[in-house]
Structures are given as C-alpha cells and as structure tokens.
C-alpha cells in the first residue's frame, strides 16, 4: 500500500531555489532516509511533505487511512505542559480514549465511593477501550515510555534538559496510532543506548519511516533506501548507507572516465578548428555545434576527498593531570553528585571518548578539565604549553560585522601542514565545505548549522594541542563529519569528545570513560562499539541468570506477604485489575520469546553484527520481563 506520494516538488530560500521537481512515492514498511548537504534543503523538504510549509509548487500527498507522525530536529512544546499531557496531545482517537480512561483511574484512586455519573462514564470508557481493543495498546506506550527512561509524568516539559526534552517528543510521535513517521534528526541529544533502542524499533515496527539523519551506523542498520538531495535534485539508491556509498564510488569513476572521454574528443576536435576548416557544408556546420555543446556543457563537479595533517603545536612533558575531582549540583531534595572522586592524568596523542546516559555529566567533566568550571574538590593542574581548542555543544555565538573569511583569519592566516606546505584560512575554509563567494559573507548570513561549522574552523585554526569536542555531530552533515574524521585521523595532540555517532566515535576514539548515575568515572580499553557488545553479552548472561531463578520458583510464590505489613492492605484500582487479569499472558509470552533467543545466542551463530543485534533485544526483553515479574509481585499483594 502507497502511504506517501510525492509530485514535482519545489521549494526556494533566500538564496535561491533549494529543490525542484521532487518526485518519489513511500510504500507500507519502506525505512527511506534523506540525506544530503547541510543547506541542501532536507528539512525544508520534510516540513513541506509534513505540510508545515508551503511548497513553491507541486503536492505531496499523504494516505488519510496511514496517517502520520511528524517529529522536528528540535522539539515544539508547551513549558507549562506536564510530560503526560504532551505525550498524549495528539488528536489521535485511539490515544483520546486511553487518555480520558487514564484520567477517570486516576480520580477513582482518590475517591472512597463511586458515583453513579462516574461509574456510568467508566463504564463507557472501558467499552470503547475493550471495543478499540486498547488494552494491549496502552501497554505498549508504558513499555516505550520506561524504555525512553520517561518515568515521572507529572514534571513539567519546561523542566526537561534537552535530552529529555528530546526523549519525550520523540515518545509522543510513536505512541500514536500512524504508519507513517516523519523524523529530522531523531538521534540528535539522545544518549547512545537509547539511539541503539530506538534503531531497534525502527528495525522491528511495521510503519513506514522517511527519516533526515546523518548517523551512519543508524542508516546502515535502519534503512532500506536512500535519497540523496544534491544540487536540487533528489536521487534514489536502493539498500543501506553501505550500498549507497557502493553506488556512489562507482558513479563517480564513470562519471570521471566520462569526462576524460569528452576531454579526449575536444582535443582532437579543437586541433581540426584550429586547422580552419571551411564550416560551409551541414556536416561540417553540424560538427562545429557539437564542439560548441560539449565546451558549454555543465563540467561535472569534483568531489575531492581531502586527507590532511597539521604539524601541531608543541606539547611538552606534561600535559594535564586531574586529582579528585567531585563536582555536585542542587537537585530536588537536596543535592546531585555528577563527578565524584576522579583522577586520571593524560599523556600526549591520548585519544579518548566519554560514554554515559544523558544527565550523567559528560560536558560537566569537560568543563572541569577545560578550568571552564570550578571543582567542589580537588584540582586540575595543566603544562605550561597546553592550548586548548573547546568546541562546546551549545556555544554562545556573536559574530562581530566580519564575512566568514575575516572571522577566522581572527585566529590565523596560515597553519602549516605535517608535509611542511601551508594551508592559508581561505584554502581550510574550502576543506570544509566554504568556496567562493560564501567566504566574503557576513557570518550573520549563515544557517545555524553553517555557524557552527565555521565556529569549528575557527577553532582547528588555532592549531590546538589539546582538542575537547562537545557532540560536534548534531549541526553536521555526513561530508563535513568525514573530514573531521579525516583531520583528527592525523591529529597528534590530546582528544577527548563527547558524541551519539557511534561511527564517529569508533573512528577517533581509542578508548573511553564510562561515567555512571552515581558520578563514578572510570576508564575501558575498548572502542564504543566493542564496549556496547561486551556489555550487551555481560547484561544478557547476568539477566538469563535471574530469569532462570524466577522460572523455577511457581508465580503463586512470589506474592508478598501482607500479614506482615502494619498498614491495612491496599485494594487494586479498577486499571490495577485490568493489568493484573492480563500480566501473566503477558510473562508467558515474553518467556516464550526469551527462550528463543536464547536458542538463537547458544547456537553458534559466527555474524558479529547479528550476535550483537540478538545480545540486544535480548537485554532489553529481560529488563521488561523483570520488569513485568516485579509488577507481578506488586499487583498480587493487593486485595
């Protein structure tokens, strides 16, 4: 079934027509990214097809049957809004029925004696949620909901960080009954296991996705197209991110042998004009035009892959040593330790990456270790040549009345290159994707993912020692992210960055500090997506160990005593019996599922990919089936 079509779109920007004559059409169950420069037109194009902008021309159309979920790269909200009221604000009928039954259970927890008027509208309630079959469904949004970490819904969203704003957005747009969902840049501030969670349902569900993500593992494992948008028009690849890049490679050696055919044939025709032939006869009048068609013809642009190194600025014996580091912030009763007790001293060309959930103080450390913020205890001693460059994830950004070339010629106007040439500002500008008459604009005139990278340049500039980069992949596009890889490839000072690209992370990071909810930091030798298996594999050993424990021990077991509580024992809500009545089904079936996987992990599989993808799904069923054992227990000592 088509969900989408998509005819002869075109949408112009202030500087000009950004695409045109888009035409594509998403069928049921399709994983389509849409990928492309920064400033190509991406999220224009998705805002257009979302229809919260207007195209210039052309229509696309969405089926009303599907429906679809629209999530933005960065979340709309109410401040006032509780998370419970954002998340089921949508006009979704299904997530009306479910809201209002949750808003008559929670009246009903507060009151002794049920009205005649509010047992005759919970009576109507649970028939619409028995009628729609919702059931199921709203156990569905819970288990979403606990996997996104969202478990207070009675905080306000303008509470949220960022992260947690981002959770819950993205929280409201799968609970609702679509099939198909609009996503631009759904793993921007999510932390890397709930990018891993979320690439598993996008891999599992059965609604279609049309997605702008510059992920490069998300896409490789997610996606069952591409379509690249590139000098306004859009271009589809069949299959991942790999097979895309496959194509891609071998376009461009036909497109190279193309042009150096074309230039072979000009030059011998160029050499029979200059003969001055007499252009009086058709054939010859004919030969001349087609000379004239294939000097004027657009020259194919030259996709240069750039690998360079700087020399570096010199780093003496000592470089940076930190010694008991703890730093706490005020919290809700009281006050939260981030970093607690840390000490590590750096040595020259370590390169290091910082894992942890969102919230769990990763710019706090950076921030500590740059002397941008001041520890509650211990100290940060550095060496007397270290220089730091900090790229910050959300940067206070003033740009004086300078054009891009003038703001990083502030730093310098040369850096000197390992081979001993020079790269002026302007040639280093253009590595990074600014040519021509984009260097002698303002920088007020750039997109905000621009700024950014021309924040970044400016910082490389300085030819730092000691490089500190805050998630620099939420503002970048696949190609500026492969020549930063391609720069810090070479790099001979200190590293330490903070990303959700895995790819990224894998590329530039040797090795990684975990930082933990209680403010412990310490120190693995593993790349990230090596610590993500053992950890997965170590979760699915740990779990499949309790589980085994709970299989052995009859259910009826596990109910807690109330005889030995003082408290009178408390009667289940009218929802609590709905859950009760349904939960065992429930366990048996997730036993059921955990008995295969276990089958599928002990039955030599060799894939490393699959292993993981299976050590996956298996930690995470294991948690919902503790989870739900837990509830269980819970339910079974009420009355």
Not at 174 to 201: F, G, K, S
Not at 499 to 517: G, K, N, P, Q, Y
């Amino acid at each position: 079934m088509n969900l989408l079509s998509v005819s002869r779109l075109a949408r112009s920007a202030r500087e000009g027509l950004l695409f045109s004559q888009v035409t594509f059409g998403i069928d049921e169950g399709e994983k389509v990214a849409l990928i492309g420069h920064n400033g190509s037109g991406k999220s224009t194009l998705l805002a257009c097809i979302a229809g919260l902008l207007d195209p210039d021309q052309g229509q696309s159309v969405i089926n009303k049957e599907a429906g679809c979920s629209f999530l933005p790269q960065n979340p709309v909200f109410r401040p006032e809004d509780s998370i419970l009221d954002h998340v089921f604000s949508s006009n979704s009928p299904s997530l009306s029925v479910i809201r209002d039954y949750r808003a008559l259970c929670d009246r009903l927890a507060t009151q002794e004696n049920l009205s005649a008027t509010l047992s005759d509208t919970l009576a109507r309630v649970t028939h619409r949620m028995d009628e729609g079959n919702l059931w199921n469904w709203e156990y569905r949004i819970e288990s979403i909901l606990t996997s996104l970490g969202i478990t207070d819904l009675s905080r306000k969203m303008g509470e949220l960080s960022g992260g947690m704003l981002k959770k819950v957005s993205l929280a409201q747009v799968l609970v609702e009954d679509t099939r198909l969902l609009l996503m631009d840049e759904p793993t921007n501030h999510l932390d890397i296991e709930t990018i891993a969670w979320l690439e598993n349902y996008l891999c599992e569900t059965e609604r279609s996705v049309l997605m702008v993500t510059h992920d490069r593992y998300f896409l490789d494992a997610v996606c069952t197209s591409i379509y690249e948008l590139d000098n306004r028009v859009l271009t589809r690849y069949e299959g991942n991110f790999s097979r895309y890049l496959e194509k891609k490679q071998i376009e461009e050696e036909i497109a190279a042998n193309t042009e150096t055919r074309i230039e072979s044939v000009l030059r011998t025709e160029r050499e029979w004009l200059m003969r001055g032939p007499q252009a009086r006869g058709t054939k010859a009048r004919a030969r001349v035009d087609a000379i004239r068609k294939m000097i004027n013809r657009d020259k194919r642009e030259v996709k240069t892959e750039y690998a360079f190194e700087v020399t570096g600025r010199r780093m003496g014996g000592k470089v940076l040593t930190a010694e008991g580091l703890s730093k706490s912030f005020p919290a809700p009763g009281g006050t939260k330790t981030v970093i607690k007790d840390f000490s590590w001293t750096f040595t020259p060309g370590e390169r290091i990456g910082i894992f942890g959930s969102n919230g769990s103080g990763k710019t706090t450390l950076l921030n500590l270790l740059s002397g941008e913020l001041e520890p509650d205890q211990g100290i940060v001693s550095r060496g007397e040549t270290m220089v730091f460059g900090y790229y910050r994830q959300n940067p206070e950004l003033s740009f004086p009345d300078q054009t891009v070339l003038e703001y990083i010629q502030d730093t310098a106007e040369l850096i000197r290159l390992a081979d001993g040439r020079d790269l002026t500002a302007s040639q280093l500008l253009e590595r990074f994707g600014f040519t021509g008459k984009v260097q002698h604009s303002p920088v007020a005139t750039l997109s905000g993912g621009e700024k950014k990278r021309v924040y970044l340049v400016r910082i490389l500039m300085s030819n730092p020692n000691f490089l500190i980069l805050d998630e620099p992949t939420n503002d970048f596009d696949i190609y500026t992210m492969g020549v930063l890889e391609s720069f810090l490839s070479g790099y001979k000072g200190c590293l330490l960055v903070v990303s959700h690209d895995r790819f990224f992370m894998d590329r530039v990071a040797e090795t990684l500090f975990i930082l933990d909810d209680e403010g412990t930091i310490r120190h693995v030798p593993f790349s990230t997506s090596d610590y993500l298996s053992y950890r997965a594999a170590e979760e699915a050993e740990r779990t499949q160990k309790i589980a085994a424990e709970k299989r052995n021990r009859p259910i009826e077991s596990t109910a807690i005593s109330t005889d030995s509580l003082d408290t009178k024992p408390k009667k289940r809500s009218f929802k609590e019996q709905k859950e009760f009545d349904q939960i065992e089904t429930r366990i048996a079936e997730m036993e059921e599922q955990k008995g295969t996987m276990e089958a599928l992990l002990s039955g030599g599989e060799s894939d490393h990919q699959k292993i993981r993808t299976i050590a996956e799904e298996y930690e995470k069923l294991s948690r919902e089936l503790e989870s739900a054992y837990e509830r269980w227990e819970h339910l079974a000592s009420l009355c």
